[in-house]
């Protein structure tokens, strides 16, 4: 049995381009991005399917809302929710295991396992790259604004407080740096 698992980020495409169609018309044509976030995020959708090749046919499947990144972490899958801002363990029957979280996970989406099973996440609403272990404790971060890319798209100097929760805090594109 030939098997894949694929990650659908959003099963309501048409609420992303009715947002993008209103929110990304900006005084600055070069600039790229929305200045308001979607109210209707939790509406998004988004999956997670163990598809047979052979078969032609959804093996398993599991709802999470807005998933960015996965991989395996030995007999387990890894995937970030974006809208949830944890990252959901499951086993390969995609049946719920655990979650892990960081308070500096915001719009997380790329999810790496480095060579001794710690994680290096990106934490895409605060323009930082985070290695935490599996429990989700923080061992390394990196923010875009301490490395030359201090200022937002409006030219507004972007900083962290380090201590902080940015689980539940919400960063339109535009206030990326």
């Known amino acids: 049995m030939k098997q894949i698992y694929l990650n659908f980020f959003t099963t309501q495409q048409s609420l992303i381009k009715d947002h993008i ?36 046919a959804i093996v398993n499947s599991y709802d999470i809302l807005v998933p960015g990144g996965s991989c395996f972490l030995g007999d387990r899958i890894l995937v970030a929710s974006q809208i949830k801002n944890h990252i959901e363990v499951l086993d390969k029957n995609l049946k719920f295991i655990s979650r892990i979280n960081n308070l500096l996970f915001n719009n997380v989406h790329s999810i790496f ?19 935490i272990d599996l429990e989700g ?12 890319y201090e200022r937002d798209m409006f030219g ?22």
């Open 156 to 177: 507004n100097k972007r900083e962290i407080n380090y201590n902080g929760d940015y689980r539940n805090l919400d960063f339109p594109t535009l206030y990326h740096t």
């Open 113 to 131: 396992v480095t060579k001794e099973n710690t994680l290096i996440v990106t934490s895409t609403g605060l323009d930082a790259i985070i290695e």
């Open 21 to 56: 169609k209103k929110y990304s018309s900006l005084e600055k044509e070069d600039i790229l991005g929305t200045n308001k976030s979607m109210e209707r995020q939790k509406d998004l959708g988004g999956i997670i399917v163990n598809y047979d090749l052979e078969q032609k």
């Open 137 to 148: 404790n923080l061992i390394f971060k990196w923010f875009a604004f301490e490395h030359g």
